[in-house]
């Protein structure tokens, strides 16, 4: 199957994906499908119920040429920072747009020219959860991967 909107009645597979991480996000409860460990339909959140005070399932999104989707936050700030982690905010179903806060990673991602080297991503320990936000259309990814959300931590409040 190729990276391109399916038909109606399918839908997008990451367009289903990051809706069903947002239903997953608000309801803070397991959906119950699938056996890998970073299966974005799994028990992600908590195995019965919220009782990790986990409420976010950090992501990876790849383009339709296989390199790892990045944006830029705090620009114009003394701490600006490059990410690949996004976390789910909002989706229009209708529209397969998204609404992603960036998740700011602990130590820095190295770039070779325009892409994402990804030897610096296994450097990531911890992500920060921030106020920036990107609107994406997810007909525009071919793959996304999920995250253990124990990697995320407090929302950062010195971002406004």
Known sequence: MGCRKHDE????????????IKKAQDEVDNNGRGDCRNNCFNS??????????LDTVPFILQTKKGEYFYSVGAIGRNDCF?????RVESVD?????ATLSMLRPDSDLDFDKCCV??????DV??????????????DCFC????????LVGDIDHHCK
């Open 9 to 20: 009645e399918s839908g997008s597979c990451v367009c289903d994906a990051v809706t069903a």
């Open 44 to 53: 992600l959140l908590s195995p019965n119920g919220n009782t990790n005070g």
């Open 82 to 86: 490059q990410t690949i982690f996004f």
């Open 93 to 97: 179903e209708d529209n397969c747009c």
């Open 117 to 122: 080297d990804p030897t610096s991503i296994c």
């Open 125 to 138: 320990d911890e992500l920060e959860r921030t106020r920036y936000c990107i609107e994406v259309d997810l």
């Open 143 to 150: 793959s996304i991967q999920c995250l253990d959300p124990n």
